[in-house]
Structure formats: structure tokens, C-alpha cells
């Protein structure tokens, strides 16, 4: 029972991490600005900037990051291209959901928090604690289609190259050259 619960945790982490690292490549930080105004071409993202009169549109980021996280993920765990075309709309369908309910979370526990009411934060809790189980079936229920579309060795391939993007990310949204090995 603790190794279950020992992996659920780790594995929420690193789709927290995930979630995290996915909304900052939509977002661009004063460090990744100059960065990208120096060297435009270091950086994972090659979309283009938008113009003036697109204010206010998206610029790309999250589609180039999932189009660079799958052809990591392809590579790294040697996945051919019919498995790939099966795996990832399940996959990055798994992700949304996952976030989905992660914002939830934050949002009720943020308001919670404004409030001070002792009531509404043991309520915001207690919904976080539903909300992690129901999100740890579901995981457990789209790990079986996935691991069913390329195998239980080559989905573990998947979850290591994930991790393996996001600490390449992690590194370089913070600016260092190459992560520690």
C-alpha cells in the first residue's frame, strides 16, 4: 500500500511539474524575453512573435511545445510512427484532463485561502483530497489504454523522456546551459 501511494504521489508530482512547465511555455518571463531578444534560436520554441494588431491572440507557444514534447517523447522512447499517431491524442487528451482538474484545485484552495474561514478551507481540502483520487483513477484508467496502444516497456520509456523534456525545460526556462546529469 505505501509503494502505491509512494508512486501515486510521484506520479502527480511530475504531472504537476508537467502542468507547470506547459503553462509557462505559453507565457514569457522578463529572463526568456532577453534571452530570446539575444539569441532568438536557442530557445525550444520557434514559433513567431505576433503582430501588433494580433494582441491578445495566442502566439503558438503551447502548440510548438506539445509539437516539441512529441518529438522528444517519439524519439526518446523509439515509438514508430503509427504508435505515435494512436499514442498521443490519448496521451495529451490524459493531460488536459489532468490539468483540468489540477486547476480546479488551486482555484477552490486559492479562494479558500482569501477567505480565512476555517469551514471553507477544511472544504477546500477535503475537495483537494476527492480531486487527487479521482484524478490518480484516472490516470490509472488511461494508463491501461496507453500502455494497451504501445506496451507497458515502451509507456515507460514515455513517462522517463517526459521527464527527462521537462527537466530540459526546467533547465532552460531558468536560464542554465545544460541540467546536471
Known sequence: MKLTTKRSSLQLFVAILCSLVWLAAGTTSPASA???AAAPDRGICCAPQPEPHQKGK????PEQFKKDLQAFITKEAGLTAEEAQR???VFFEMKEKL???ERQNHRALRKAAQSGNE???QRALDNQNRLNL????MEQQYTQRLVRIVGAKKYAKVLEAEHK???KMFHRMAGKKRPRK
Open 134 to 137: 479521482k484524478a490518480c483513477k
Open 87 to 89: 499514442f498521443f491524442p
Open 119 to 121: 469551514k471553507d478551507c
Open 165 to 167: 523534456f521537462g527537466r
Open 58 to 61: 495566442k502566439d503558438g507557444r
Open 34 to 36: 532577453k534571452a530570446s
Open 99 to 101: 490539468h483540468s482538474l
